[in-house]
């Protein structure tokens, strides 16, 4: 049976070829998020979307990743950029510290409930009352190859939406129900429905989500 690799291996060993492609609608953030707002993006990657915030005048700007080579690609590209390596699960920064976080394709590289719900418990504690999340990520397909790769696994990993690359790592395409779930802790600005170019080049089914904290609605810590 072949190894899978671990999302932090999988990002190490892509971080110079590959492009990310989901986009942040910019226009929509600002219209919530002043620029003056501390941000932090969680899963950034080589830091593309924190250097196109930059670029519309966003200043207090953090982007983590568990890739370091993710980071030590943004470095190079974006060394004006404030991008910091740590392995998880808890964000290295204290309670309430935020203004907004993003999560851009981050949920689908987190395959197992438990893990998602980790998450979005961290980004509830670092996030001030009142602060935004923006969270973009796949939905399920009802595309022949989709449905294929979605039943072919959903034995293994009990989830129907969960299935394999061929460069041997796992991601999941989510159902509405289940962002829901994810985002409860947060009243909703704006929920949109999108179609994405996945960094292989094919197409999905996506969404965008806006949300506030408010005080007192998170999970417990």
């Known amino acids: 049976m072949k190894t899978l690799l671990t999302q932090k291996d999988y990002w190490n060993k892509v971080a110079e ?3 990310l492609t989901t986009p942040l609608q910019i226009e929509v953030f600002k219209k919530h998020v002043p620029v003056k ?5 969680v899963g950034c990657g080589y830091g593309r979307t924190l250097h196109e915030l930059s670029s519309a005048g966003y200043t207090a ?4 990743d568990i890739s370091g080579k993710m980071i030590a690609r943004g470095c190079r590209q974006y060394p004006d950029l404030n991008l910091k390596n740590y392995e998880g699960p808890r964000l290295p920064f204290a309670d309430n510290s935020f203004d907004a976080v993003l999560l851009l394709a981050v949920l689908t590289c987190i395959i197992e409930d438990a893990g998602q719900e980790r998450l979005l418990t961290e980004v509830c504690r670092v996030l001030k009352a009142g602060g935004v999340v923006y969270i973009n990520d796949f939905l399920r397909n009802s595309d022949q190859r ?3 790769r979605y039943r072919r696994y959903e034995k293994k990993y009990r989830n129907y939406g969960t299935f394999e690359l061929r460069e041997g790592v796992a991601f ?3 159902s509405r129900e289940r962002i829901a779930e994810l985002t409860s802790s947060f009243a909703p600005i704006t929920v949109e429905s999108v ?3 996945t960094m292989n080049g094919n197409r999905s089914k996506g969404l965008y989500y806006l949300g506030r904290y408010g005080a007192g609605t998170g999970p417990s810590r």
């Open 17 to 19: 070829e590959k492009e």
């Open 37 to 41: 707002a501390r941000i932090l993006d």
């Open 146 to 148: 989709n449905i294929e």
């Open 172 to 174: 999941r395409h989510h």
């Open 195 to 197: 179609v994405y170019t």
């Open 61 to 64: 700007l953090t982007g983590v």
